[in-house]
């Protein structure tokens, strides 16, 4: 009963709440020398006219005109729909700039328009195809390997070591993801910490980490009914896991304690996924070798990442140079490295299934002996 009261006094609130907000374009994109007409418009009419000013709170240069250049300020008349104003791209860069108003009915919550300034659309459309393309390729890269287990009935070849590390990453990934996107206090605390408003967290990279720790529990269900020769987790990975699990559990009670922000605990809960990373292709990689044989190890897994991790890279690359942005590359080198390292391990994978074991290794059978009459 308290529980709906409660939900019926916030819709109340929000019913009762006369006042208005601004819409606009939360995004708006350019190509250097180019023109534009953006529109504002109030959720509903206002009584008054109101003066919208235009506060700058981030630009990737020293001087935000050099970038991009609209007026100070625009005049909203009453009732009227909406106003627009023009904006005037001159170099590529970003600048964020908040609307503020002196209208009361105005709600007090701000509104951020966040202007990007790039040299070529044709590069931005292809980056964006290219952005979709990897995010498939790695979506449907587990399935391979749940067919190839499903087929077999058989987790063989399988290393159990990589199936633990890359569940406790995924679980590490999707924690990361999941807090930035939907949790209001932590995503308020970002854009506090962040000036140019932008998340980093997007609608695919929830997506895909969900997915993804949902497909290694699926391995994981197969491994528990399927035939696995006698296969366990190794000594090695289950002193690595309690490590990671015991960082995770005092930076959560850290947090709690409120000596970090759960902002900062989340970064540090993603550090475990970038250490699963480095580390979980090894054991299955050694196992190959020492079996001399890939067999049990999909290669199809293997094919599609590779795809992924190569269009990932190259995506970063046009990108940098779209944006005139180079650090997306070499300012962090741990996103760059790790997804390099994905793609060597990849190799690797490749060369051992189509080069150095192609063929199982070959028992020759023992004849009886027959009996001499």
């Known amino acids: 009963m308290t529980g709906l009261g409660l939900l019926l006094l916030w819709m109340l609130t929000i019913v009762c709440d006369s006042r208005v907000y601004l819409m606009a374009p939360h995004t708006v994109t350019l190509e250097e020398n180019s023109e534009a007409n953006v529109s504002i418009a109030p959720s509903s ?17 020293s001087n935000w005109s050099s970038i991009i250049t609209f007026p100070e300020q625009v005049l909203l008349p009453a009732a009227a729909a909406s106003v627009r104003f023009n904006v005037t791209a001159h170099g590529v860069g970003q600048v964020t700039t908040y609307l503020l108003s002196n209208n009361t009915d105005l709600n007090s919550l701000t509104f951020r328009i966040h202007f990007m300034v790039v040299h070529s659309n044709v590069l931005l459309v292809i980056s964006e195809v290219i952005g979709w393309i990897y995010f498939l390729a790695w979506s449907v890269s587990f399935y391979p390997q749940v067919w190839e287990n499903f087929r077999r009935k058989s987790v063989v070849g399988l290393n ?26 932590i995503k308020e605390e970002f854009l506090k910490n962040n000036l140019n408003g932008i998340n980093p967290v997007s609608a695919n990279d929830v997506f895909f980490s969900l997915h993804a720790l949902l497909l290694c529990l699926v391995y994981i269900c197969q491994a528990a009914v399927y035939e696995r020769g006698g296969q366990k987790v190794s000594c090695t990975a289950k002193v690595l896991l309690v490590i990671g699990w015991t960082f995770a559990v005092v930076s959560v009670c850290v947090a709690a304690a409120k000596q970090i922000t759960w902002l900062d605990y989340l970064y540090y809960f993603s550090y ?9 292709y090894v054991p299955q990689a050694y196992m190959n070798y020492r079996k001399q044989s890939t067999e049990g190890w999909s290669i199809g897994n293997v094919l ?10 190259l995506q970063m690359i046009l990108q940098s140079h779209n944006n005139d942005e180079w650090k997306l590359v070499f300012g962090d080198p741990t996103k760059f490295g790790l997804g390099l390292f994905s793609v060597v391990f990849d190799l690797l994978f490749i060369t051992q299934h189509y080069c150095l074991y192609r063929q199982p ?8 002996q027959q009996d001499a009459n």
């Open 45 to 61: 009419p206002l009584n008054r006219s109101a003066v919208i000013y235009f506060n700058v709170t981030f630009s990737s240069k």
């Open 160 to 185: 159990f070591d990589y199936l633990a590390l890359n569940l406790t990453g995924f679980i590490a990934y999707s924690v990361f993801n999941v807090g930035l996107f939907w949790v209001p206090y």
């Open 272 to 280: 475990l996924k970038l250490a699963v990373t480095l580390i979980k």
């Open 304 to 313: 599609l990442d590779f795809t992924g991790g190569v269009l990932s890279i």
């Open 361 to 368: 290794p070959q028992y020759q059978a023992v004849e009886e």
